[in-house]
């Protein structure tokens, strides 16, 4: 028989003072202002249940979040009642034991189920308490509840971003600021009475992505072994499996930040798809992967954006509403492709197949044409993905990598250098030519085309006595390999070719230029567009040696040949063309240079578009011919749209923009604006220094012009 005061009612039963079971306040709370704030905007009106749910990644500080809000609100809500919610069974007995403690008597007289229903029905009948449930690993666990309190406050803490009811407001949970990380670090390393220098907190912060749980486990770890911040950041990259799974002594096993996420994906195990996605996402760019690469990853594009989408739900990565681009937490990559044998998701031959992966899908989603500027928005995307893959895979690469990351490397190089970024463009080369030779061979064909884009490159940055003897060595390769008139040996003895002309040696260049040509005629015809090609080269060595009249008539050639077999808006046409008007120009023909000029930019900004870097280089022409011909009326708005639309296309610090900065400024300069040609000069010469580097011939000519320039202003 139940005694009488269990039969009292629950609405009859008033909430008692003091009734709070929230976990022990930490000493050491840094940051979550804004949070805090969004906490503290919900408003409670009587009568109105208000629901917050706060979710993130395992380890972002949910629970600490609403602990600390909790304890700070404590004198305004009666009960406050926390309940574990991971489970339908775990909520059912927090509010089990939220019935016993309103009403003590009631825990030995009435089942679990009884106090349960006791307990839900106390919640709907009173007002200002706050109920807690912490963890809550499927919305629908807490919908019925939900339902049935039509007042007072609960909070709530899930990894899960996506599926709650209406009646809830979401409230994603970032991680730290490195200023807040970094305090928190230092919080927890001092109280052990030791002390971290701030720059080595930070460096430790940022490579753990300023993520709670794994700031505090370092500094923890940091506090208990008393190593540095640098044997803390060495350890942790050659030995990471130990380090992400194990925490410092009497720290619980599952509050690791390995374990964290081991949680999250036992939840998706029931496919292999969110998991290998996973383990492949975390070989690139933690930020802004782009659709057109993460949808490749698997063999069904609904089953990977499905896969994506339940990773987004358990807050293992976010997707831009707008993009579709994917952002992964660095730290959640790091444990991602650190092999554990014990940890079943992440098994050493798993993580291989994953790798593998990242790298097929990164060459399967680069663009056709790198010269086409349609695609460069999404090569700048992928080359921070290329440099992540070589950066994590270089410690354990196989020749298998390494032959897959020479075909990215060489690839990505050719598009690094057409925008002027030529350091970087160098350093591919140089790293994809090493992996060619180790796993090809010094004579394979993907070895040689590296090797002449690295001469190229070299070639670029006015390096001249690098990019010469790898010229030759590819000639000589060429030569020994696929026979002295194969496509590819011609193509290298251009290239050296021009590297002569480039260097000044026209000596040398004029007769291998004509060597180029003999060998196209014999082999391919008269009329071949490499023949042509060759013809218009070696015009243009006779204009750079000053033999002018011998310029034209091989111009002439090229033009009467490509009007024969060539399409009339060939491109090669239009080169032809653009080096016959230069040749005018140079014998001082302005106006027929000037007419055939127009209509060569005509015809470009028709077949290419107006903003295509052809197109402004036969803009820049006509604006020069302009110039030379006294119109600077016309000169200079050409010469400042050409330098407006290079850097939208090409970015201020490319060679072509640096030239055109250099070029407006002679124009003011001729106009007699010298103080705006000095201005552009002292721009162009910075530029050129940073991007060049004091050697090259481009950077010496602007340096000498801005000292010109200067001395006239003070004569």
């Keep these: 028989m139940l005694p009488a005061e269990a039969l009292v009612a629950p609405e009859a039963v008033p909430a008692p003072a003091g009734l709070v079971n929230l976990p022990m306040r930490l000493r050491l709370f840094v940051g979550r202002e804004d949070a805090l704030g969004r906490l503290d905007t919900a408003v409670e009106d009587p009568g109105v249940v208000v629901v917050q749910a706060v979710h993130g990644l395992g380890g972002i500080g949910k629970s600490t979040l609403v602990a600390q809000w909790a304890h700070t609100h404590r004198d305004g809500h009666r009960p406050i009642w926390w309940i574990t919610a991971d489970s339908p069974a775990a909520l059912d007995a927090g509010l089990a034991a939220l019935a016993a403690a309103l009403r003590p008597s009631l825990g030995a007289a009435m089942p679990a189920p009884t106090l349960r229903e006791w307990a839900v029905q106390w919640l709907a009948y009173h007002d200002g308490w706050l109920l807690i449930l912490d963890n809550v690993t499927d919305p629908g666990h807490i919908t019925g509840l939900l339902a049935r309190l039509p007042r007072g406050r609960i909070l709530v803490t899930s990894r899960r971003a996506t599926g709650w009811p209406d009646i809830v407001t979401p409230l994603r949970l970032d991680v730290l600021e490195p200023h807040q990380a970094v305090d928190l670090l230092t919080g927890i390393v ?23 749980l794994a700031v505090e486990q370092a500094g923890a770890y940091l506090a208990q072994t008393g190593v540095t911040a640098a044997d803390y950041l060495r350890l942790l990259a050659e030995y990471p499996a130990q380090m992400y799974r ?112 990242a790298a097929i899908g990164l060459i399967a989603a680069l663009p056709d044409d790198w010269r086409a500027p349609t695609t460069w928005p999404t090569w700048h995307a992928l080359t921070h993905h290329i440099d992540a893959l070589v950066t994590h895979t270089r410690p354990h690469a196989t020749d298998a990598d390494r032959a897959a990351q020479a075909c990215l490397l060489n690839s990505a190089g050719m598009f690094l250098e057409g925008q002027g970024n030529l350091s970087q463009a160098i350093a591919y080369f140089g790293q994809a030519l090493t992996d060619y030779r180790r796993t090809l061979g010094d004579d394979a064909p993907e070895t040689l085309s590296s090797m ?28 020994r390999t696929l026979g002295d008139d194969a496509p590819e040996t011609l193509s290298s003895m251009n290239n050296l070719a021009g590297a002569y002309q480039a260097v000044g040696n026209l000596k040398r260049a004029i007769p291998l230029y004509k060597q180029v040509i003999t060998e196209c005629r014999r082999t391919l015809g008269d009329d071949h567009p490499d023949t042509l090609g060759s013809v218009n080269n070696l015009a243009g060595a006779y204009q750079a040696a000053g033999d002018l009249k011998q310029a034209i008539s091989l111009y002439d050639q090229a033009i009467a040949a490509g009007q024969r077999t060539l399409d009339t808006d060939h491109p090669q046409m239009l080169t032809f063309r653009n080096g016959l008007a230069n040749t005018y120009h140079l014998v001082g023909n302005l106006p027929q240079a000037i007419s055939l000029l127009k209509q060569v930019l005509t015809d470009g900004r028709r077949l290419f578009g107006p903003r295509h870097p052809e197109t402004l280089i036969f803009a820049n022409n006509l604006a020069y011919a302009y110039k030379s011909a006294g119109n600077l009326k016309r000169a200079i708005p050409l010469y400042e749209q050409v330098l407006t639309d290079r850097r939208k296309v090409l970015g201020d610090n490319h060679p072509d923009t640096l030239l055109s900065v250099n070029n407006l400024a002679g124009a003011y300069w001729s106009a007699g604006s010298l103080e705006r040609a000095i201005l552009l000069l002292k721009q162009t010469l910075t530029g050129c220094q940073r991007v060049l580097g004091t050697d090259h011939p481009q950077t010496r000519i602007v340096y000498n012009r801005l000292q010109a320039a200067v001395a006239s202003r003070r004569g």
């Design 190 to 212: 001092s109280r052990s009475g030791a002390v971290i220098d701030p720059v080595d907190a930070a460096a430790v912060c940022t490579e753990l992505g300023c993520l709670p």
């Design 246 to 357: 194990d925490g410092e002594e009497g720290r619980a096993a599952e509050r690791t930040v390995a374990r964290v996420w081991q949680v999250t994906l036992d939840a998706l195990a029931d496919d292999p798809l969110p998991g290998h996605l996973l383990r492949t996402l975390a070989w690139y760019a933690p930020e802004a992967i782009p659709r057109s690469l993460w949808h490749r990853l698997g063999d069904v594009e609904p089953a990977v954006v499905r896969a994506i989408g339940r990773l987004a739900a358990y807050n293992m990565l976010t997707i831009d509403p707008t993009t579709q681009a994917v952002t992964v937490h660095r730290l959640v990559q790091a444990v991602a492709r650190t092999p554990d044998p014990d940890n079943t998701h992440r098994q050493p031959d798993d993580i291989t197949t994953a790798r593998v992966a």
């Design 452 to 479: 002449n884009n690295l001469a190229t490159a070299y070639q670029a940055v006015g390096d001249l006595k690098r990019a010469i003897p790898l010229y030759k060595q590819v000639i000589t390769e060429c030569r």
